[in-house]
C-alpha cells in the first residue's frame, strides 16, 4: 500500500492494526492505552541492590531467550556497557534470540554484528544504526527487520505497549547501592540521562551498570531506585574521550559558516524571530554555527531566546550563561561544556526523550518549538529527507529527534552542502524517507535557499527581507549537473528495516541492498 | 565545455581567492563564496612532483565548471622553473581569464609570458589578446621595476605584491602598522597608477588575527589599493564591506554620469553638479564607483 | 599510448581518485572500487574507458580506487598516470586533443 509520501508498504508489515503513514498530525486525538510493567515487590527492609556481576544481575532478573534488553545511548561512542550486557548473555548465559532495544547504536557497537551474524541477536529496534551493524543488516543478517524509530517515536512506542522490554539496561555515570542514577559526578559522566528514563519506568527489570558508586542518596536522580532491581559495578561503563569530546567548537570551516550566517538570516526574517522565541539546533557544522549569527541578530533586535532544547553543547551553554536564553531543557549532553552545566547552571534542566519529544503525550516540548535547524544526508524535492541511510542505500544513520522537532516546531529549517563528494544531497528521491516533506519548511544549502511551497508566507518573509531563493528543482538540477544523475538503487525484496513515523504508521521501509558490480 | 566571456582588463577585483589547483574538493565551485576573482595556484600550494597531475586537474576543471561571474587566474610557476611554459598552455588551453606571473622583476619577464601566451594562443586558435596578463612583485629588484612591469604589456590588468618573499628579502616580518612594506606598497601603487593598471595587496596570514586583518584592510583601502588577495573565503566579507562605496559616494556618482549624459549630449564638456566643476576626468572614477555599489548590493540602475 | 612502466596519479582523500595503471596484454582490465559504487559504477567506469580509448591506450591493468570524484577529475587522474607511464606528463600536452 501507498503511503502519504509515496512509499510503497508491503501488506505484510499491516498487521494487528498498523497503518500506514497518512500525513502530519494523522493521530491527533486518538486515545491510547498505555501499558505497565509487570514488576517484583520489594517489600522488604534492604540494604543494598549491588550484585557481584552483570551474569548475577540477569540471573536475578529472570534473563532468558528470546528476550528484550534495552539501552540508551548517553555514552555515544564510548559506550561499554551494550557490549559488555550481551556478551554476557550470549557467551556466559548462553542466551539467544535476543531483540536490543537502543535509543540508539553507533559504530561503539561494531562488535554486536557478529552476533547478528551469528543469530543470536535477532531483532534490534533503535533511532540510529552504523557501523558494521549497518552494513549486516544492510546485508539481510538480521533474523527481522530492524525497527527504526525517532527520540519521540521510541517512548510513544514503549508506553503505547509496542514496544516491551524485559529487561532494561542503564549505564550510570553514578549510581547509589539502591540504583538512584545521575549523568554527573562521576568518572565517564555523561550529563543528561533523559534517554533512559521511560525505559527504566516501563521496563519489567531495571539492571544499573556503573562505574562509579557514590553515597545514597544520589539525588537529585535522573533514574530512581524505586525502578531499579540490581546494580553492578563495573571498571567502566565507557571511555570518557568518545562520551563528551572536549568543548564543541563552533565550525571554521567557510561553508558551513556560509550556510550558518543564511539560516540565521531566515530566521530573523520570520515572524516568530520575537523575544522569547524558541529553538533547537543539530551539533552539525552549519546548524552549530547557526547559534554565532543567531546571536548577533539577537543583539541587533535587542531581543532575548525564551528557550532552547535538544542536544546540547557548549556554545548553548554559553548563550545561557550570558543571560541570552532563558532556559536549556537538555536531554542529551554533546560535549564537556554541557555535561558541566548541567543542574549546575541556572535554568539548565533535565528532560525525558518522553518530554522532549513523545507525539502521544500531552506536552512535548518540541510542540511548541519555533524553530529548528537540522541536517539531512538527503533531500528531495518534496523535501522528504533521510537522515538514515547513505545514497548507497546502506543503514548509517539515525533520525534521533529530527522527524520529532521537524513536526513540532513552526519553522524546520534544514541546512546540507548541495553535493558531499559525489553524491547529491538535494536529489529526486531520498533514499529512505526519515522526515516527510511536510514537516520541512525551508532548505538552507551552500548554492541557495529554498522554500517548501506549502509555506507561502514564510517565502514572503523571505522575499520581504529581500533574501534570495530558487525552488528546489533548480537546487537539484545544479547538483546533478555537477555529479551527474545518479543510477537508481537495485534492491531485493527482503525487508531489512522498517521505519517507523513518530506516531506509529509506517514511513518507508529499507530494502537489502543489491550491490553493484564490474560484470 | 562552459564557454567563458571574453575576460574584461578592468572589472571589480577586490577580493582574489588562493585555491590549491590540485584540491578537487575546493576547486570545483571556489565561486560560491563571492570573491570577484579566484586565483587557482599552480606554484607553491602544488609539490614539486604533482606539478604535472596539478595540471591535468586544472584543465578539466577550467573545461567543466561554470565559474558564472567569477574571474578565473592561474597563478603560474617561476621563470626560473622548468614548469612555466606547460602551464601557460594548459591555461590558454583551458580558457583561464589570466595569468599571474609569479617572482615577476622586469618587463622582459613580462615579455617572455607574452610571446608564449602568444604563441599559444595561435596553437590552440584562441583568440589573440584574449588571454589576460598580471604580474606578482616579489623581489626589490621586481618593486624597484615596477612601472617598467606595469608598462609592459596591453594584457597587463594589474599587480601584486606577494609579502612573504618580499618581507624575507627585505629582513624583516609583518608589522601591525605595516611599516615593513610601506615603501614597497607605496612604490607599487604609484607605478601601477602611472601605467593605469589595477593593484592589489598581498595576503594576510594569520587568520586567528581577525584584528590585525582588518587593519591591514582598512590600510589597503586608505592607500588606493583595487584589492587584496585572500587564502580563505572567511576574509571576502570584511574585504567587501570596506571596498564598497557610502551611499553619498553613489549618489554623486549617479549624478555626475546622469549629467554627463545630458551635457556631452548637448555638446558641453565643463559643468557643474551640486556646485562642483566636472569634467571628463570624473567619469572614470564615477563609473567605478558605480560598479562596485553594484556589486555590493547599492545600485540596480543602468548608467552603467 | 602504449603503457611503459607503472604509474600513479591521485591521492585517497574525499572528491578525488588515485589511479595506477601497469602495463598489460589483454585489453583494458579495470578493477575499480568507489564510495558511490552503486549509484555511479557504471558512469565511473566509462568514463575511465572512454578516457583511455581517447588516449589510445589498447592494454593496460588499471585500478581505480574512486573517493567520489567527480568526473573531470578522473579524467583528471586517468590522464595524468597513463602521460607518466610513458614519461610525457611534464611538457607539450595535447590539450583540447586527446586530453579533453
Same mark, same amino acid.
Request: proline residues 4%.
Given at each position: 500500500?501507498?503511503?502519504?509520501?509515496?512509499?510503497?508498504?508491503?501488506?505484510?508489515?499491516?498487521?494487528?492494526?498498523?497503518?500506514?503513514?497518512?500525513?502530519?498530525?494523522?493521530?491527533?486525538?486518538?486515545?491510547?492505552?498505555?501499558?505497565?510493567?509487570?514488576?517484583?515487590?520489594?517489600?522488604?527492609?534492604?540494604?543494598?541492590?549491588?550484585?557481584?556481576?552483570?551474569?548475577?544481575?540477569?540471573?536475578?532478573?529472570?534473563?532468558?531467550?528470546?528476550?528484550?534488553?534495552?539501552?540508551?545511548?548517553?555514552?555515544?561512542?564510548?559506550?561499554? @556497557?551494550?557490549?559488555?550486557?550481551?556478551?554476557?548473555?550470549?557467551?556466559?548465559?548462553?542466551?539467544?534470540?535476543?531483540?536490543?532495544?537502543?535509543?540508539?547504536?553507533?559504530?561503539?557497537?561494531?562488535?554486536?554484528?557478529?552476533? /547478528?551474524?551469528?543469530?543470536?541477536?535477532?531483532?534490534?529496534?533503535?533511532?540510529?544504526?552504523?557501523?558494521?551493524?549497518?552494513?549486516?543488516?544492510?546485508?539481510?543478517?538480521?533474523?527481522?527487520?530492524?525497527?527504526?524509530?525517532?527520540?519521540?517515536?521510541?517512548?510513544?512506542?514503549?508506553?503505547?505497549?509496542?514496544?516491551?522490554?524485559?529487561?532494561?539496561?542503564?549505564?550510570?555515570?553514578?549510581?547509589?547501592?539502591?540504583?538512584?542514577?545521575?549523568?554527573?559526578?562521576?568518572?565517564?559522566?555523561?550529563?543528561?540521562?533523559?534517554?533512559?528514563?521511560?525505559?527504566?519506568?516501563?521496563?519489567?527489570? @531495571?539492571?544499573? /551498570?556503573?562505574?562509579?558508586?557514590?553515597?545514597?542518596?544520589?539525588?537529585?536522580?535522573?533514574?530512581?531506585?524505586?525502578? @531499579?532491581?540490581?546494580?553492578?559495578?563495573?571498571?567502566? /561503563?565507557?571511555?570518557?574521550?568518545?562520551?563528551?569530546?572536549?568543548?564543541?567548537?563552533?565550525?571554521?570551516?567557510?561553508?558551513?559558516?556560509?550556510?550558518?550566517?543564511?539560516?540565521?538570516?531566515?530566521?530573523?526574517?520570520?515572524?516568530?524571530?520575537?523575544?522569547?522565541?524558541?529553538?533547537?539546533?543539530?551539533?552539525?557544522?552549519?546548524?552549530?554555527?547557526?547559534?554565532?549569527?543567531?546571536?548577533?541578530?539577537?543583539?541587533?533586535?535587542?531581543?532575548?531566546?525564551?528557550?532552547?532544547?535538544?542536544?546540547?553543547?557548549?556554545?548553548?551553554?554559553?548563550?545561557?550563561?550570558?543571560?541570552?536564553?532563558?532556559?536549556?531543557?537538555?536531554?542529551?549532553?554533546?560535549?564537556?561544556?554541557?555535561?558541566?552545566?548541567?543542574?549546575?547552571?541556572?535554568?539548565?534542566?533535565?528532560?525525558?526523550?518522553?518530554?522532549?519529544?513523545?507525539?502521544?503525550?500531552?506536552?512535548?516540548?518540541?510542540?511548541?518549538?519555533?524553530?529548528?535547524?537540522?541536517?539531512?544526508?538527503?533531500?528531495?524535492?518534496?523535501?522528504?529527507?533521510?537522515?538514515?541511510?547513505?545514497?548507497?542505500?546502506?543503514?548509517?544513520?539515525?533520525?534521533?529527534?529530527?522527524?520529532?522537532?521537524?513536526?513540532?516546531?513552526?519553522?524546520?529549517?534544514?541546512?546540507?552542502?548541495?553535493?558531499?563528494?559525489?553524491?547529491?544531497?538535494?536529489?529526486?528521491?531520498?533514499?529512505? @524517507?526519515?522526515?516527510?516533506?511536510?514537516?520541512?519548511?525551508?532548505?538552507?544549502?551552500?548554492?541557495?535557499?529554498?522554500?517548501?511551497?506549502?509555506?507561502?508566507?514564510?517565502?514572503?518573509?523571505?522575499?520581504?527581507?529581500?533574501?534570495?531563493?530558487?525552488?528546489?528543482?533548480?537546487?537539484?538540477?545544479?547538483?546533478?549537473?555537477?555529479?551527474?544523475?545518479?543510477?537508481?538503487?537495485?534492491?531485493?525484496?527482503?525487508?531489512?528495516?522498517?521505519?517507523?513515523?513518530?506516531?506509529?504508521?509506517?514511513?518507508?521501509?529499507?530494502?537489502?541492498?543489491?550491490?553493484?558490480?564490474?560484470? | 565545455?562552459?564557454?567563458?566571456?571574453?575576460?574584461?582588463?578592468?572589472?571589480?577585483?577586490?577580493?582574489?581567492?588562493?585555491?590549491?589547483?590540485?584540491?578537487?574538493?575546493?576547486?570545483?565551485?571556489?565561486?560560491?563564496?563571492?570573491?570577484?576573482?579566484?586565483?587557482?595556484?599552480?606554484?607553491?600550494?602544488?609539490?614539486?612532483?604533482?606539478?604535472?597531475?596539478?595540471?591535468?586537474?586544472?584543465?578539466?576543471?577550467?573545461?567543466?565548471?561554470?565559474?558564472?561571474?567569477?574571474?578565473?587566474?592561474?597563478?603560474?610557476?617561476?621563470?626560473?622553473?622548468?614548469?612555466?611554459?606547460?602551464?601557460?598552455?594548459?591555461?590558454?588551453?583551458?580558457?583561464?581569464?589570466?595569468?599571474?606571473?609569479?617572482?615577476?622583476?622586469?618587463?622582459?619577464?613580462?615579455?617572455?609570458?607574452?610571446?608564449?601566451?602568444?604563441?599559444?594562443?595561435?596553437?590552440?586558435?584562441?583568440?589573440?589578446?584574449?588571454?589576460?596578463?598580471?604580474?606578482?612583485?616579489?623581489?626589490?629588484?621586481?618593486?624597484?621595476?615596477?612601472?617598467?612591469?606595469?608598462?609592459?604589456?596591453?594584457?597587463?590588468?594589474?599587480?601584486?605584491?606577494?609579502?612573504?618573499?618580499?618581507?624575507?628579502?627585505?629582513?624583516?616580518?609583518?608589522?601591525?602598522?605595516?611599516?615593513?612594506?610601506?615603501?614597497?606598497?607605496?612604490?607599487?601603487?604609484?607605478?601601477?597608477?602611472?601605467?593605469?593598471?589595477?593593484?592589489?595587496?598581498?595576503?594576510?596570514?594569520?587568520?586567528?588575527?581577525?584584528?590585525?586583518?582588518?587593519?591591514?584592510?582598512?590600510?589597503?583601502?586608505?592607500?588606493?589599493?583595487?584589492?587584496?588577495?585572500?587564502?580563505?573565503?572567511?576574509?571576502?566579507?570584511?574585504?567587501?564591506?570596506?571596498?564598497?562605496?557610502?551611499?553619498?559616494?553613489?549618489?554623486?556618482?549617479?549624478?555626475?554620469?546622469?549629467?554627463?549624459?545630458?551635457?556631452?549630449?548637448?555638446?558641453?564638456?565643463?559643468?557643474?553638479?551640486?556646485?562642483?566643476?566636472?569634467?571628463?576626468?570624473?567619469?572614470?572614477?564615477?563609473?567605478?564607483?558605480?560598479?562596485?555599489?553594484?556589486?555590493?548590493?547599492?545600485?540596480?540602475?543602468?548608467?552603467? | 599510448?602504449?603503457?611503459?612502466?607503472?604509474?600513479?596519479?591521485?591521492?585517497?582523500?574525499?572528491?578525488?581518485?588515485?589511479?595506477?595503471?601497469?602495463?598489460?596484454?589483454?585489453?583494458?582490465?579495470?578493477?575499480?572500487?568507489?564510495?558511490?559504487?552503486?549509484?555511479?559504477?557504471?558512469?565511473?567506469?566509462?568514463?575511465?574507458?572512454?578516457?583511455?580509448?581517447?588516449?589510445?591506450?589498447?592494454?593496460?591493468?588499471?585500478?581505480?580506487?574512486?573517493?567520489?570524484?567527480?568526473?573531470?577529475?578522473?579524467?583528471?587522474?586517468?590522464?595524468?598516470?597513463?602521460?607518466?607511464?610513458?614519461?610525457?606528463?611534464?611538457?607539450?600536452?595535447?590539450?583540447?586533443?586527446?586530453?579533453?
Amino acid at each position: 500500500m501507498k503511503n502519504a509520501v509515496g512509499r510503497e508498504i508491503p501488506d505484510a508489515l499491516l498487521t494487528g492494526g498498523r497503518e500506514v503513514y497518512q500525513g502530519k498530525n494523522h493521530m491527533d486525538g486518538r486515545y491510547i492505552q498505555k501499558a505497565a510493567p509487570k514488576t517484583r515487590r520489594c517489600e522488604k527492609p534492604q540494604e543494598s541492590k549491588v550484585v557481584e556481576s552483570i551474569a548475577q544481575a540477569l540471573r536475578q532478573c529472570k534473563a532468558a531467550n528470546g528476550m528484550t534488553f534495552s539501552f540508551h545511548h548517553h555514552l555515544r561512542d564510548g559506550d561499554y @556497557v551494550v557490549n559488555m550486557v550481551m556478551q554476557t548473555a550470549i557467551e556466559q548465559l548462553g542466551l539467544e534470540e535476543l531483540t536490543i532495544a537502543a535509543t540508539s547504536l553507533g559504530s561503539a557497537h561494531d562488535p554486536i554484528a557478529d552476533y /547478528i551474524e551469528a543469530g543470536k541477536v535477532v531483532g534490534i529496534q533503535t533511532s540510529g544504526i552504523r557501523g558494521r551493524m549497518g552494513e549486516v543488516v544492510s546485508a539481510g543478517k538480521l533474523k527481522t527487520p530492524a525497527v527504526i524509530r525517532s527520540h519521540g517515536g521510541r517512548p510513544r512506542a514503549i508506553e503505547g505497549g509496542e514496544v516491551h522490554i524485559d529487561i532494561a539496561f542503564i549505564a550510570a555515570p553514578t549510581s547509589d547501592c539502591m540504583g538512584n542514577c545521575r549523568g554527573i559526578g562521576g568518572k565517564s559522566n555523561c550529563g543528561s540521562l533523559g534517554y533512559a528514563m521511560t525505559d527504566a519506568r516501563y521496563a519489567d527489570h @531495571v539492571v544499573v /551498570i556503573t562505574d562509579c558508586l557514590v553515597d545514597f542518596p544520589n539525588m537529585p536522580a535522573s533514574v530512581e531506585a524505586i525502578d @531499579v532491581d540490581a546494580v553492578v559495578v563495573v571498571d567502566s /561503563i565507557g571511555n570518557p574521550q568518545k562520551i563528551a569530546s572536549a568543548a564543541a567548537r563552533i565550525s571554521q570551516n567557510p561553508r558551513d559558516l556560509m550556510m550558518a550566517e543564511d539560516v540565521a538570516k531566515v530566521i530573523a526574517s520570520t515572524p516568530y524571530f520575537k523575544d522569547g522565541f524558541s529553538f533547537q539546533t543539530g551539533v552539525g557544522g552549519p546548524s552549530l554555527a547557526a547559534n554565532l549569527f543567531l546571536e548577533q541578530y539577537m543583539d541587533d533586535r535587542g531581543i532575548r531566546m525564551g528557550w532552547a532544547i535538544g542536544g546540547i553543547c557548549g556554545p548553548m551553554v554559553e548563550l545561557l550563561k550570558k543571560g541570552k536564553v532563558g532556559k536549556v531543557i537538555d536531554v542529551q549532553d554533546f560535549d564537556l561544556d554541557g555535561v558541566n552545566s548541567i543542574h549546575q547552571t541556572p535554568g539548565h534542566f533535565e528532560m525525558s526523550a518522553s518530554q522532549y519529544a513523545n507525539p502521544a503525550n500531552k506536552g512535548a516540548f518540541v510542540n511548541k518549538l519555533d524553530f529548528v535547524v537540522l541536517a539531512a544526508l538527503e533531500i528531495d524535492t518534496s523535501f522528504n529527507v533521510n537522515v538514515l541511510t547513505g545514497s548507497d542505500g546502506v543503514l548509517r544513520g539515525a533520525p534521533g529527534g529530527h522527524p520529532d522537532a521537524a513536526a513540532g516546531s513552526k519553522c524546520c529549517i534544514i541546512v546540507t552542502p548541495l553535493i558531499r563528494g559525489r553524491m547529491a544531497t538535494v536529489c529526486e528521491h531520498v533514499v529512505t @524517507v526519515t522526515t516527510p516533506g511536510d514537516c520541512v519548511d525551508v532548505l538552507v544549502t551552500d548554492y541557495g535557499i529554498a522554500v517548501n511551497p506549502l509555506r507561502p508566507d514564510l517565502i514572503q518573509c523571505l522575499d520581504a527581507a529581500g533574501i534570495p531563493h530558487v525552488g528546489i528543482e533548480t537546487l537539484k538540477e545544479k547538483a546533478y549537473a555537477l555529479v551527474g544523475t545518479p543510477d537508481d538503487l537495485e534492491w531485493e525484496e527482503q525487508v531489512v528495516a522498517v521505519l517507523e513515523a513518530r506516531d506509529g504508521t509506517i514511513l518507508d521501509v529499507v530494502r537489502k541492498i543489491r550491490p553493484f558490480t564490474l560484470g | 565545455m562552459i564557454p567563458r566571456p571574453r575576460p574584461e582588463r578592468f572589472r571589480l577585483r577586490r577580493t582574489m581567492m588562493f585555491m590549491n589547483a590540485q584540491k578537487p574538493g575546493l576547486i570545483k565551485d571556489a565561486y560560491i563564496y563571492g570573491a570577484d576573482s579566484i586565483m587557482l595556484d599552480l606554484e607553491d600550494a602544488v609539490a614539486e612532483n604533482q606539478k604535472d597531475a596539478a595540471r591535468f586537474s586544472l584543465y578539466h576543471a577550467l573545461r567543466s565548471i561554470d565559474y558564472g561571474d567569477t574571474e578565473v587566474i592561474v597563478r603560474i610557476n617561476g621563470l626560473d622553473t622548468p614548469h612555466w611554459r606547460e602551464d601557460v598552455r594548459v591555461c590558454v588551453a583551458g580558457g583561464a581569464d589570466g595569468i599571474r606571473i609569479a617572482k615577476c622583476e622586469s618587463a622582459d619577464d613580462v615579455h617572455t609570458i607574452e610571446r608564449a601566451v602568444e604563441e599559444t594562443e595561435r596553437e590552440f586558435g584562441v583568440e589573440q589578446g584574449r588571454t589576460l596578463l598580471m604580474a606578482a612583485l616579489e623581489s626589490p629588484k621586481g618593486v624597484l621595476n615596477a612601472y617598467e612591469i606595469c608598462s609592459a604589456s596591453e594584457r597587463m590588468f594589474g599587480v601584486a605584491i606577494s609579502g612573504g618573499d618580499f618581507r624575507k628579502c627585505m629582513q624583516t616580518t609583518p608589522q601591525r602598522d605595516g611599516v615593513d612594506m610601506l615603501f614597497a606598497r607605496g612604490q607599487m601603487l604609484l607605478a601601477a597608477r602611472a601605467a593605469g593598471i589595477q593593484c592589489f595587496d598581498t595576503v594576510f596570514t594569520n587568520l586567528d588575527d581577525q584584528e590585525g586583518f582588518e587593519a591591514e584592510v582598512l590600510q589597503n583601502k586608505a592607500m588606493g589599493f583595487d584589492g587584496k588577495s585572500l587564502i580563505n573565503p572567511r576574509q571576502i566579507r570584511f574585504v567587501h564591506q570596506v571596498f564598497a562605496p557610502t551611499e553619498k559616494e553613489v549618489m554623486q556618482a549617479e549624478k555626475i554620469l546622469l549629467a554627463y549624459r545630458e551635457q556631452s549630449a548637448a555638446g558641453v564638456g565643463v559643468f557643474t553638479v551640486d556646485g562642483k566643476m566636472i569634467d571628463i576626468a570624473f567619469i572614470p572614477g564615477a563609473e567605478r564607483t558605480l560598479r562596485l555599489a553594484r556589486a555590493c548590493g547599492m545600485y540596480e540602475g543602468d548608467l552603467i | 599510448m602504449e603503457i611503459l612502466k607503472p604509474a600513479i596519479a591521485g591521492t585517497m582523500e574525499s572528491s578525488d581518485a588515485q589511479v595506477t595503471i601497469e602495463p598489460g596484454t589483454a585489453g583494458i582490465e579495470l578493477t575499480l572500487t568507489s564510495s558511490v559504487m552503486n549509484q555511479y559504477g557504471r558512469q565511473i567506469r566509462s568514463t575511465i574507458l572512454e578516457t583511455l580509448e581517447r588516449l589510445g591506450v589498447a592494454s593496460a591493468r588499471v585500478t581505480v580506487v574512486d573517493k567520489g570524484a567527480l568526473d573531470c577529475t578522473l579524467k583528471a587522474r586517468v590522464e595524468c598516470a597513463v602521460f607518466r607511464s610513458c614519461g610525457q606528463s611534464a611538457a607539450n600536452i595535447p590539450w583540447g586533443g586527446a586530453v579533453r
